[in-house]
């Protein structure tokens, strides 16, 4: 992957907010929150006006790359940039952010679509930005939504990461088996999904094989999600359409989500990108939920929140 560099984040937050004050990043600041419980699972709705600007998601790749644009890619990085990881990826902000700061992690080959699976090279990325970010202060996620069925609104293929909440409990984290890893299916979560534990020490994710982010270390957490796909592969009756990403000659994985911390992975077989007007990406099986208006979210509470969930996913199984 070649050389790294280091992500500060104080430096990293102090350039979010410049762009968002001056327009470049839009981020309502003084977005609403809204706690809400339904069949046992915590929500958190963050009500964001800006996400009304966000492009509805793509279908087809564009026929010719914008300004701004890598050929092949949908997503416009120019002003956006961070800074390069090595010769596969990049950081940019997130134009349309749900989270200070919010940054996409994009591979540098444009024509690298959402719906493959991750790949070593986007692993090593992860786990770099992951944990040059994540500290004692500052804990980070981050997503992959795999397909349009998964939430995905753009074709270039790129990860998220952003902020755990500080004040909102995330259920992997108190998941009563930890050190188990494994594979397991957690209890008391409304919808399907597999989860896997990283080593409890201090390093967690780094754990698995060294923090320095190497091929080797990288390689495991790869295999350890290939494991989890492959178990949500064998929940789903039909895989994903190849989509239009054949110019990469690289098959379509399965419709999932992917949300990963520096303790655990977990993996979310998806059946649709949404339900009656509520849509879900991966943080949303988190139970954070971001809505552009009061509208948008009760279009989930009137159906049910968990409901919601289990309808774009799988229900909850006791079968392995």
């Known amino acids: 992957m070649g050389s790294v560099p280091a992500l500060d984040e104080v430096t990293i937050t102090a350039n979010f907010d ?90 540098q080959d444009g024509f690298r679509r959402q719906h493959e699976a991750l790949d070593i090279d986007d692993m090593t990325a992860l786990r770099n930005v992951l944990l040059s970010l994540d500290d004692t202060a500052s804990k980070y996620l981050a997503i992959f939504n795999c397909g349009v069925e998964s939430g995905c609104s753009r074709l270039h293929k790129h990860m998220q990461v952003f902020p755990a909440p500080q004040d909102f409990p995330l259920w992997p984290d108190s998941e009563p088996d930890a050190a188990a890893g494994g594979g397991s299916e957690p209890a008391g979560v409304p919808f399907r999904c597999f989860v896997h534990h990283f080593e409890k ?11 320095g982010g190497n091929a080797s270390s990288a390689r495991e957490v790869t295999e350890i999600y290939q494991e989890l796909l492959r178990r949500a592969e064998s929940c789903l009756s039909a895989t994903s359409s190849p989509g239009s990403s054949m110019k ?7 419709p999932h ?38 509208d948008k979210m009760r279009r989930w509470t009137e159906q049910g929140a968990g409901a919601v969930l289990r309808e774009v996913g799988l229900p909850a199984s006791s079968s392995g």
């Open 18 to 107: 410049r762009r968002v004050e001056d327009g470049t990043i839009i981020y309502d600041q003084n977005y609403q929150t809204v706690k809400y419980l339904d069949d046992g699972f915590s929500f958190e709705f963050r009500i964001l006006s800006g996400l009304h600007k966000k492009p509805t998601p793509a279908s087809s790749p564009p026929l010719q790359s914008s300004s701004g644009c890598a050929p092949g890619s949908d997503i416009d990085v120019s002003g956006y940039k961070v800074a390069d990881l090595g010769s596969t990826h990049l950081v940019a902000f997130n134009k349309f952010s749900s989270a200070r700061p919010h940054l996409l992690v994009l591979t």
């Open 201 to 211: 020490d201090d390093n967690g994710l780094g754990g698995v094989g060294g923090v």
């Open 257 to 294: 989500n992917v949300i990963l911390s520096r303790k655990w992975i977990v993996v979310v077989p998806r059946r649709r990108a949404g339900v009656n007007g509520a849509d879900v990406n991966a943080a949303g099986f988190l139970g954070m939920v971001w809505v552009s208006s009061g």
């Open 248 to 254: 990469t000659g690289r098959a379509a994985a399965v």
